[in-house]
């Protein structure tokens, strides 16, 4: 949302915004960066809403009872989605769309750090903040290309008709496998070029239907960011330059993926002190996790990791899976904590705990805590951490996970 309200301002749009964080007075630097790009915000009691306004923009995430909304819908103001603006922004200039479960972001960024070292000034819109662009997750080119990050979860991404279509992997997420498929075949039919990892089963079968498009494996890219998963997702981004007619594609986009220093909470490490290395992941589905696992424990150090899942309802879809991956990559030697499933309101069935996940952990031998409060958690932590550790904080959608990563350097 902030990437969207920061192009927007620079197209000469007055934006305003709301957000409970700011009500809260949490993270007042991102709203004072916001507030320094020209964005407005606002209380979210609905004051800030006037018939002025042409449009109100929501993520998938705001619930209909928040007075924003309301008072929206009183004022017969339109309302559309996040995406449905980001679409209509892409569609009207050479897009490259990056969709798929897992790696948009990082993929995202790669291309956009190509195009930009290749002189291209694209405008880049990502779901992360960017390390290479001072952590920010929208730049503004003044060239016809946009770089962006989009969304399944919601459906939204069949209103994207890009120059490049990149899909990473098709795995379950928000939604069933067989309703995805459908989806991403949408997305990649609506594009001039397709760019699709062939070491993905799902995307494999799409690539049946689209014959001319460029694919692409795991491959060997001299990088700083570490990982098998972050090899694939250099590959995207190569195959992409490949696809530009404008970069020439030798040893620069190769060079550029030198210093490409990743993305904000992608196993981002936040400092090193006393041998102990604090580290802070977005991970948030069995896939992810096991990618960021896998890395994790190349290593060979003891790892104390603490994973909140951010939903009742991918945590119940998930729940075996979630097992299965956490119980692959710990040892007995690991600690594992759980804190009680985010919860932000509203009307979802809490029908799980993350309790469920825990147990059957216990049971199979591993250290593993369920401690509902994620206090608790960061104090126990600190308690057990010793030279040579990895700590590793992981989840997505709650921005105090990222708070809370920095609280324990702090602390140590």
Known sequence: MSAIAKIMV????????????????RFPELFEKLKSAGVIIEPQNGTGINPDIDYLVVSSAVEPSIPD???????????????DLLAEICNQSKSICVGGTNGKSTVTGMIGWILTQS???????????????????????????????????????????????????????????DELMALFKQFLSQ??????????????????DFPNAITYTAGNVDLIVPGLHNQSNAMAALAVAKAIEAIEFTAL???????????????EVIGRINDITVIDDF?????????????????????????????FKP??????????????????????YMPEILYYG???????????????????????????????????????????????????????????????????
């Open 119 to 177: 002189n291209e000034a694209p405008t880049i819109i990502n779901g992360g903040g960017m390390l290479n662009f001072n952590r920010e997750n929208a730049v503004i080119g003044a060239s016809d290309w946009i770089v962006a990050e989009t969304d399944e979860s919601d459906g939204t991404i069949v209103n994207y008709y890009p120059e490049i279509a990149v899909l990473t992997n098709i795995s379950e997420d928000h939604k069933a496998l």
């Open 191 to 208: 594009s001039r070029v397709q760019i699709l990892n062939l070491d993905c089963p799902n995307v494999r079968k799409l690539a049946k």
């Open 346 to 412: 509203g009307t979802v069935d809490r029908d799980i705990s993350s309790a469920d996940i825990i147990n059957p952990l216990v049971e199979r031998g591993l250290n593993a805590r369920y401690i509902p409060a994620k206090a608790d958690i960061k104090a126990d932590i600190l308690n057990q951490a010793q030279s040579g550790d990895i700590i590793c904080i992981m989840g997505a959608r709650d921005d105090s996970l990222r708070q809370m990563a920095r609280d324990i350097f702090e602390s140590l």
């Open 253 to 267: 986009p190769r060079n550029s993926l030198k210093t490409f220093k990743g993305i904000t909470s992608r196993l």
């Open 315 to 336: 945590t119940r879809d998930q729940k075996d899976d979630l097992i299965d991956v956490f119980a692959k990559y710990l040892t007995k030697d690991d600690i594992f």
């Open 69 to 83: 909304v309301k008072v929206a819908q009183d004022l017969n103001i339109p309302i559309i989605k996040r995406a």
């Open 10 to 25: 620079s197209r000469g749009a007055i934006v305003s915004g709301s957000d409970r964080n700011y009500d809260q007075n």
């Open 283 to 311: 991970g948030h589905n069995p896939d992810k996790i096991e990618a960021g696992l896998k890395t994790l424990k190349q290593a060979g150090a003891r790892l104390i990791l603490m994973y909140q899942p951010h939903g």
